[in-house]
C-alpha cells in the first residue's frame, strides 16, 4: 500500500485565497484525521471521520475552515478566506477501527504570505 | 476532554546514554498510549504502543511503562545514537473515542544525541 497520500505537498498562496488539502487515506481504513503542527501549539486534531461521517470537529479552529469526506478513500480540508497565521503543516492520517494505530500522511506544507 | 503533557521539551544526552520522556493524562479511561518520532520534515511515525492492560512492553532500545493509577506512562530509549535524534510525541486514546482511534498528542520532546 502507498500509504495515507496527501497533496499538495507545498503550497504558497496570498491571504485571502481559498486553499483545498487533499487526502486518500489507506485502502480499508475507517477513521480519518486532519491534523496542523505548528511549533507554537504542536499537534492539533481538528476534525476526524470514522466511516465518512464527521464525528468530532470541535478541534476546527474557525469557520473559515470546513472539511469534507464524500467517500471511504477521499477527503479534503478547505480554509476560505486563508490568513497568515494558518502557516502550518497539515497531516492527513488514517486507521482501521480497532487497530488504533493512525499513520500519517507525508503532510501538506502551507504558507499563506 | 483529554490532556496530554509531556516532558521535558528538549533532552540531550551523549551518545550511548539513556533518555527518558514523561508523559501524564487526564482521562482516566484512556486505553491506548503510543509513541510517535518525528525527524526533521517528516511525518510522524509510530515506533511502540501499550495498552492498558501491560505495564511495561520493550522494543530492542526502547521500552515504554505504564502507570495507570498514577496516570502517567514514559519511553526510555537505551543506548542511544546520533539516528535517534528527533522530536519524539506521546498519545493517548480518550474515553468516547471508542474505536475510531482518535489520538490527543503531547507537545513533544525535541531528543539531541550527541555523538
Known amino acids: 500500500d502507498a500509504g495515507v497520500i496527501q497533496s499538495p505537498r507545498h503550497e504558497v498562496t496570498e491571504m485571502g485565497q481559498e486553499v483545498t488539502l487533499r487526502c486518500k487515506p489507506i485502502?480499508?481504513?475507517?477513521?480519518l484525521f486532519w491534523y496542523r503542527q505548528t511549533m507554537m501549539r504542536g499537534l492539533e486534531l481538528l476534525i476526524y471521520f470514522n466511516n465518512n461521517v464527521p464525528i468530532d470537529d470541535s478541534g476546527m479552529p474557525e469557520d473559515r475552515f470546513s472539511a469534507k469526506m464524500p467517500n471511504a478513500s477521499f477527503s479534503t480540508l478547505k480554509i476560505q478566506p486563508s490568513e497568515p497565521r494558518d502557516s502550518a503543516v497539515y497531516f492527513c492520517?488514517?486507521?482501521?477501527?480497532?487497530?488504533?494505530?493512525?499513520?500519517f500522511g507525508e503532510g501538506s506544507w502551507l504558507t499563506v504570505v | 476532554g483529554e490532556n496530554v503533557e509531556q516532558h521535558p521539551s528538549t533532552l540531550s544526552v551523549q551518545e550511548g546514554d539513556s533518555a527518558v520522556i514523561k508523559c501524564t493524562y487526564s482521562d482516566s479511561a484512556s486505553n491506548y498510549f503510543p509513541w510517535y518520532k518525528q525527524e526533521l520534515g517528516k511525518r510522524p511515525q509510530l515506533i511502540i504502543d501499550?495498552?492498558?492492560?501491560?505495564g511495561e512492553k520493550k522494543d530492542q532500545r526502547i521500552a515504554v511503562t505504564l502507570n495507570k493509577t498514577a496516570k502517567h506512562f514514559s519511553l526510555h530509549i537505551t543506548e542511544t545514537q546520533p539516528e535517534d535524534s528527533a522530536v519524539y510525541f506521546c498519545a493517548a486514546s480518550p474515553q468516547g473515542s471508542g474505536n475510531t482511534g482518535k489520538l490527543i498528542f503531547g507537545q513533544g520532546t525535541t531528543l539531541q544525541v550527541k555523538p
Open positions: 492520517a488514517s486507521s482501521f477501527t480497532s487497530g488504533n494505530t493512525i499513520y
Open positions: 501499550i495498552r492498558s492492560n501491560v
Open positions: 485502502s480499508g481504513h475507517n477513521s
